[in-house]
């Protein structure tokens, strides 16, 4: 039979080397998730410049006004698609670190949980301790993780209407772009 002290130690010391797991592992993440946007970011500008530099020749070659503002629609909406998607996997990657973030926060609350309540049960085993009192312990518990299971579905929400909303402005800022590409050209006196 364990001391009531020796109980709270054990699961003190379960539970830091539980939270050190979970930090490290979200660490990790976070860190995983920082080198995919300086990939990103570091993709995008490297492309940028090129495509920059192409445009730039074709602008400086062009013979007329008609030949550069064509050379500047030619131009338009490829980058215009091109920041829409850069913008699209911006908000996969937050999106996927997020969800990282509330899996271990949803599993470091579930264990916590479970383990203050079977710490509970063993010390009233050998404790007096009134019926009343532990259940409203565990009641708090109990609402404690209500609590976060609904923040978590609220912030599920959230990302699901970012991502709800930045489809929709790529699918309304893409069909004039692919209209205008395909309007015939007007002719010139």
Known sequence: MFSVPEQFSSATKATIEFQLATFNSLTAKAVEGFEQFVDLHLTAAKTSLEEAGVAAKQLIG????????????????????????????????????QSEF????????????????????????????????VELIKSVIGNASASYEQLNKTTKQAVETLEANLNS?????????????GAPKKATA
């Open 62 to 97: 062009a013979k007329d006004a008609q030949e550069w503002m064509s050379v500047v629609a030619a131009h338009a909406q490829p980058n215009a698609e091109k920041a829409l998607s850069y913008g699209r996997q911006i908000t996969a990657i937050a999106s996927g670190i």
């Open 169 to 181: 402005a790529v699918t309304q800022f893409t069909q004039p772009a692919t209209k205008a590409k």
């Open 102 to 133: 509330a899996k271990a926060a949803e599993q470091q609350i579930s264990d916590t949980s479970r383990k203050v309540v079977e710490m509970i049960e063993e010390v009233t085993k050998h404790a007096p301790a009134s019926e009343g009192a």
